[in-house]
Nanobody
């Protein structure tokens, strides 16, 4: 059974940092990504990583502040978030797929999703 479990969310002041983790089980994934959804907004792309290359991609709004990484031995992806802003407040979701996809920012390309973890940034 495939499972993605996120952890590491919480409340932090603006300018602070958090590290999210996504532990995968049931299979290994070529591509893993992070998406987020704020109240009243659609789920949007944050970052993704693929083994091919390896390749990483980031939303413009988080470039230079967020870093995605993977520990293949642990089948885990991480999202290091620095210089957090109130507009980063959202539920963050981990997503995964078994094969490479050219557009890693497309949420419909990921068949597997975690349950989400809340990140709240206070001003």
């Amino acid at each position: 059974q495939v499972q993605l479990v996120e952890s590491g969310g919480g409340l932090v002041q603006a300018g602070g940092s958090l590290r999210l983790s996504c532990a995968a089980s049931g299979r290994t994934f070529s591509t893993m990504g992070w998406f987020r959804q704020a109240p009243g907004k659609e789920r949007g792309f944050v970052a993704a990583s693929a083994w091919i290359g390896p390749t990483t991609d980031y939303a413009d709004s988080v470039k230079g502040r967020f870093t995605i990484s993977r520990d293949n031995a642990k089948n885990t992806a991480y999202l290091q978030m620095n210089s957090l802003k109130p507009e980063d407040t959202a539920v963050y979701y981990c997503a995964a797929r078994s094969t490479y996809i050219s557009d890693m920012s497309y949420p419909g390309g990921y068949p597997y999703w975690g349950q989400g973890t809340q990140v709240t940034v206070s001003s």
